[in-house]
């Protein structure tokens, strides 16, 4: 039985027969389908008392409608009429509408007065008897199945863009439009956003939709949703994906379910298909076979015939542009947010002593992307860089950039400029990079030392970092202004260094976690401070991460969201240390004692001679850049062993093989040989030269699990 929930599953599987009622409640006129709507031939009807159409349970109801339409208002009820026993190729039983002899039917009576009727003979209102149509001929009426499939059903399940959407609201209309039972299935690269498969016969499909009117669950169970599966050869739905044209199947008997069952290796197909009539009809759009739609009637309905068959490839032609058009957005939100993904860091590093924790949230929930980001890297000499950045714009010519400038600045903070440097080098590249086409961008750098617990920050164009200290006081850090990168301007880009209380926390961002259409910027970067205000510090760095967040989920129209905290403390002085040694050959030697007394301190003895030689070396280098100038000697005990000297000559030193006959010229080559990595950078009063080496049983980088990625809870499919 059809579903009678649905009011246009009621307008496409009913037939109306209006009548005319006058003051003495008798029929005066009557629609010429009077027999194929309740039985009787319209003389039949004519000047009958309309209150015997009503079978005795309808009798109240038919009451109260006349009532309703003599006083003049409108009603509707649902009742039980009686049927002639005329059928529409049958003859008329020519007896009283009383007699009944044909049964009675389930309808719905609208009651309709006529606007200026007088009492009377003549007619006063208007009688729309709507009836249900029998099984037999529920698919009888072409024009009612063309209408109820294409007046604006294309447009209701073609309002969304997500595929399993508008395949399940394809058959929701197709089902009991045009047949009992309907599935629609699509090639499986479809799903996956990848090319069409060109091998279409061949190609594995999965079904997404599937739908019956007779509550049966066998439909479901035997064909499920979200299976994936390749037709064998031989069956109807084999043929259709290989010729990409309809497959009508007027009536399926045992021996060929039996068959279709046998091939596909699944018994209960033939209890299904036994006595139905079946069409398969392809989707295609643009010369491309997306899939098919299977529909079935089952033992009882009309068996489809050539003229369904092409009512439904007129509507599958215009359900393949709706699944197509799905396809594609799919295809294109998959495309960015793997753009996202691959630009966005995987991890963030930091030293041992400094816990960070980051959140992102895309300002479109159509595209996925923006041009927000955030880095954390680890430098050497437990120092980390802590990077935020926005690209002005949204969408995926946004994020592009940021991947650009991320990787620029990724490349540009393992090189170890300062923050300015690297800022200006940036705003270099935007300036190039706005030749082409107009960007700017907004970005703050900052670099912690955990050895001294400086922090040095500078600002291009970017809101103020905030930073929250232990004892409960936050405040926004001052520092020298600058314009966005790529905007020109006389400006230059500073930095400024900040003494940091151990166990503070760092929190930068971009604007749109304090700023939205319904809230000034003052007021945003009030309620920011707050979260971090009265000894906030000291929760788990996770709930303040989450807090900064709480209440912009509900906002849509909200702007890109990037935020990274970081509790700064320092290293423990027992983990590094730090010695001063004059310029002097002799110094190479005092070194070494060092060197091999704080090893042992860390029971690192096995170390020992590498790291003699090691400092040997970056000593003997600064003694001949610097020879009238102190020289700083640090050991660092983090997950490595980095050791650092520091002296006043700004020249870097640069890796070069000498010749056989040369003197000099190998010592860089040896610390590149026995250290896992070193390198050099500039300092305000020289430069420092760093080599760094694993510590036995110890990762220098562990593998962190990945997490969620930032976003994606809020944005599930």
Known sequence: MASRGDASTAESASRTLVLAIDGARRVVQCGPNARTVLGYEPADLIGRSVADLAADEGKAKMEALLEALASGHEHRTALAVRRGTAGPDGESSGGEPTGGEGGTADAVVTAQPMVGAAGGAGPIGLLHVRVALPVSARYQDPALMRRALMDDQVTRFGASLDLDQSARGLVDVIVPHYCTAASVLVLESLVAADEVHSEAGAAPLRRIAVTSDDRNPMW????????????????????????????????????????????????????????????????????????????????????????????????????????????????????????????????????????????????????????????????????????????????????????????????????????A?????????????????????????????????TLEVASAGHLPPLLAAPGGATEYLKVPPAPPLGVSGSATIESREFEVEDGSVFVIYTDGLVENRGRDIDDGLARLRGIFADGATGRPMEDLAKATLAGVYADHHRDDIAVLLARLRRLPEDRFGSWTLPSDPAAVRRARGLVRDRLDAWDLGELTHTTELLVSELITNAYRYAPDEPIELRLLLERSLVCEVRDRSAALPRLRRAADDDENGRGLLVVSQLAHRWGSRRTATGKVVWCEQTIPGIDPEPYEPPSTWPGQNHHRD
């Not at 109807?236 to 009508?248: C, D, F, I, K, M």
């Not at 691959?342 to 895309?362: D, I, K």
């Not at 690297?422 to 990079?433: D, G, N």
Request: charged share 20%.
């Open 421 to 453: 440097d690297a800022l200006h080098v940036m705003h270099e590249l935007m300036i190039e990079l706005g030749e082409q086409e107009p960007h700017f961008a907004t970005c703050v750098y900052a670099v912690y030392d955990a050895t001294s617990g």
């Open 220 to 419: 479901t169970a035997t064909f499920p949703a979200g299976e994936v599966l390749v037709y064998p050869k031989g069956t109807p739905y084999r043929e259709v994906l290989e010729t990409a044209r309809p497959v009508h199947l007027p009536h399926i008997d045992a021996e060929l379910s039996g068959e279709i069952a046998t091939r596909w290796r699944r018994r209960p197909v033939r209890e299904l298909l036994t006595g139905v009539s079946m069409v398969l009809l392809p989707l295609i759009a643009q010369d491309t076979l997306l899939g098919f739609i299977a529909c079935t009637r089952t033992s009882g309905f009309r068996g489809f015939d050539p003229y369904d068959v092409e009512i439904g490839m007129e509507f599958a032609a215009r359900a393949a542009i709706v699944i197509d058009n799905a396809r594609r957005f799919s295809r294109e939100r998959a495309t960015a947010l793997a753009l996202q993904r691959s630009l966005l860091p995987h991890r963030l590093s930091a030293p041992s002593s400094v816990e960070v924790r980051h959140r992102y949230l895309p300002g479109s929930q159509l595209v996925e992307v923006g041009g927000d980001w955030y880095e954390s890297i680890a430098l050497p000499g437990a120092r980390v860089a802590l990077i935020v950045g926005d690209v002005a714009g949204h969408g995926v010519r946004a994020a592009v950039t940021m991947g650009r400038l991320r990787t620029a600045l990724h490349t540009l903070a393992n090189l170890e400029l300062p923050p």
